[in-house]
């Protein structure tokens, strides 16, 4: 969506929210100034006519504008301007996602009110079933936010959405560019993104990253990561192009534990807790190795501009060796002091592979004066997974305002692994029917074939929605969609699988390119309706691995995303979100009360200038501004009500400034201007997690 930030003369974004602006995140391609400069001199943001661009994770080759679902892209240039290392701070653009982790160091998001991390997908196919990697955006072109239902295309798939992000891949041009950074907390980085063409038919692409960071919380361990990613591709004629992928990840991160409610976002008699305080140990810690390996293919052939052929395929490899202390929590009586932690040691291994295909035909046709553009497809998934605990290990407890550290923890190894085998398969059409100029209509479904460990599920979800441009600059769009994800690896106290998880979604909104691509964006609406959510048994405690399925799960929504071009160097870009999910049948939580982690209003707005000329010609300031409401800190049971508690609202000002020119680039963000203290996210009252205080990172790059 984006070209490599590196290039030279910046045009760059200002962001802010405007009631009807394009994809979250978007921004639009736009030459500096007036005057006459040659193309190479332009740092483009994005490309013009965004709603006239394909999506990738929507798999027809179709304008955005003529698809009938909210689809948000944040592009590589916003993501460079916001010079954003996490996944979390990317999703911060979309409307109708919330971020926000329980633990450092992994990529933890919800759509529309529903949870949907561990989905996460890399060029079409799902990343990592484990999600214990954090992705790496160095190596990514763009980051597609696809809401609603996806399983009609990609079968199991949460009902609120999914991320989909796209590899950098090799072009036929020659450059290099080198960047370091350094930061608040130990922060270092330094990466490289090179492509080489080598004759007229390779080129070759090599994105690779060091980056070590401590942490805000005291006797965290510093993580250290290596990243490389070659990329070949080969056009071998001028319909058939072959590129190999692959990706390596090896990373000790040291993780930083939640605190308890009490002391963060309630009441403690004993005073407030340091955002710096550890529940572990410095002799044990909490650390995760990470050992990932992928590696793939995208093939494409056009038999003639009418038909096509793609085929995606991927195998990856993880190792993790992870250790922690974990609360146990405090006495919450009316004897309780609310400063003592009662705590406990753990280990856990997973030893895990997965293979992935999809393989598609797109065809071009037209029968009796409407136009189609028809995808048949196949894809199949394996996972298979070992996974072995240690036993809990009681250690000493914390008095959490006055800690005293060096408690002995026994030696302990890990109990023999289970294993996990998944498999699925899935069929898939969809057809875009062109019924006139104005008016289109998509319809599909897909059917599945899931499988895990001899239990068997299958599963038909459809697809169909209607588009209507109202004008030449906006568009109308419903939809009906359908969501199903196979449960068979939980299961619950009898060792039975749980049901499916199911999805039903109803969306209508507006997409605008006005005034010359100006202003462009998505409106819509949205209700959500989940079944059978996977939970686990309170009665087995958070870590026994046993769950049961809740009763049914509503969301609805409203959501603006936006881009308002004011001046060709100075954009707004910002979303809005009204999000009411909510429990409406369940025998075991209380009905009525608020999703997890889930605010009813969220803000983001980000806006950048750059001088166009004179003696600061190239200097540039930005600031952004998100907001976050009141939301619930996890969802409680029948017998336990009292135990509802709320994370308050909270806004946050980042601001930046930035200078770029002959191929030169240098970046100052501070995040978290103010230093306010928030808690984003919590997974109950003994797990809350606390939000980054103000941090400085200086990026400087350069393209040769």
């Known amino acids: 969506m984006g070209t490599l930030i590196g290039l030279t003369r910046p045009v760059w974004t200002v962001l802010a929210a405007s009631l009807l602006g394009s994809a979250a995140g978007s921004a639009l391609a736009q030459e500096a100034g007036t005057n006459d400069r040659p193309e190479e001199d332009i740092i483009v943001l994005a490309k013009r006519g965004m709603m006239e661009l394909s999506v990738e994770g929507a798999k027809l080759p179709i304008p955005l504008k003529e698809v009938p679902q909210s689809i948000a892209i944040i592009d590589r240039a916003l993501l460079d301007s916001q ?21 450092e160091g992994f990529d933890y998001y919800r759509i529309r009110g529903f949870e949907a991390q561990g989905n996460t997908y890399i060029d079409g196919l799902r990343a990592d079933q484990t999600f214990w990697v ?5 190596g990514m072109e763009s980051v597609e936010v696809l809401k609603g239902p996806p399983s009609a295309l990609f079968g199991q798939a949460p009902a609120g959405g999914l991320v989909n992000l796209v590899s950098k891949r090799p072009v036929q041009d020659d450059f290099v560019f080198a960047q370091s950074s350094i930061g608040s907390y130990d922060y270092f980085d330094a990466g490289l993104d090179a492509n080489v063409q080598v004759g007229s038919r390779v080129a070759v692409r090599v994105n690779a990253l060091y980056r070590e960071r401590g942490s805000f919380v005291d006797d965290v361990d510093v993580s250290h990561r290596y990243f490389i990613a070659p990329t070949v591709t080969f056009f071998l004629g001028d319909r058939t192009q072959l590129t190999l992928l692959s990706q390596f990840i090896d990373e000790k991160n040291g993780v930083a534990q939640p605190l308890i409610a009490e002391g963060t976002v309630l009441p403690n008699p004993n005073g407030r807790l340091r955002r710096s305080l550890s529940i572990g140990e410095p002799d044990f810690g909490s650390v995760s190795k990470i050992d990932r390996q992928q590696v793939g293919y995208e093939l494409k052939h056009e038999f003639s501009d009418a038909l096509s052929f793609r085929s995606i395929g991927r195998a990856g490899w993880i190792d993790v060796d992870f250790h922690s202390i974990y609360a146990l929590g405090i006495d919450r009586s009316g004897e309780g002091d609310y400063r003592t932690l009662d705590r406990f040691a753990r280990k856990q291994s997973v030893d895990a592979k997965s293979i992935a295909v999809d393989n598609n035909l797109i065809a071009k046709f037209s029968t009796g004066g409407i136009r189609h553009t028809l995808i048949l497809g196949q894809e199949y998934y394996s996972f298979d997974q070992l996974q072995a605990f240690g036993p809990f290990r009681v250690i000493a407890p914390l008095d959490l305002f006055d800690p005293v550290y060096g408690s002995p923890i026994a030696d302990f190894d890990l109990r023999p ?25 998509l319809v599909g479904g897909r059917y599945d074939w899931a499988k895990a460990d001899g239990d068997k599920e299958t599963r038909f979800t459809p697809r169909v929605g ?5 004008t030449d600059d906006l568009s109308a769009f419903l939809s009906y969609a359908e969501s199903f994800t196979p ?9 039975n699988p749980l049901p499916p998880e199911l999805g039903v979604s109803y969306e209508a909104g507006l997409k605008a390119a006005l005034f010359g691509d100006r202003i462009t964006g998505t409106v819509a609406i949205y209700e959500l309706t ?74 983001n707005l980000w806006t950048k200038y750059i001088v166009p000329s004179g003696p600061l010609e190239g200097f540039g300031a930005n600031a952004g501004i998100r907001y976050q409401g009141k939301q619930s800190g996890g969802l409680v049971d029948v017998f336990d009500p009292d135990l509802a508690f709320d994370l308050p609202s909270f806004t946050i000002v980042d601001a930046g400034l930035s200078y770029e020119r002959a191929g030169f680039r240098l970046h100052a963000n501070v995040a978290n201007l103010f230093d306010k203290r928030y808690f984003p996210a919590s997974t109950g009252r003994d797990y809350v997690m606390p939000g980054m205080p103000r941090t400085y990172r200086l990026t400087a790059g350069y393209r040769f």
């Open 466 to 470: 209607l588009t209507y441009e109202l």
């Open 134 to 138: 954090q992705e790496e955006l160095f």
């Open 530 to 603: 989940r079944q059978n959510v996977a939970t686990s048994d309170d009665d087995f405690g958070p870590f026994s691995g046993i769950y049961r399925a809740t009763g049914e799960q509503r969301s609805r929504g409203f959501e603006i995303d936006g881009v308002f071009r004011i001046t060709p160097t100075w954009e707004v870009v910002g979303s809005y979100s009204y999000i009411d999910a909510e429990v409406t049948k369940d025998i075991d939580y209380v009905i009525g009360q608020r999703t997890a982690n889930v605010p009813k209003h969220m803000i």
């Open 83 to 103: 010079n954003v290392v996490e996944l979390e701070d990317a999703l911060r653009n979309a409307a109708g996602v919330t971020p926000g982790g329980y633990f």
């Open 487 to 495: 449960q068979l690896s939980y299961l619950d106290a009898q060792d």
């Open 417 to 441: 692994p289970s294993k996990t085998e998944d498999n699925r398969f899935g069929l898939y059409v969809q057809d875009h029917l062109k019924i006139t100029d104005r008016l289109s209509v």
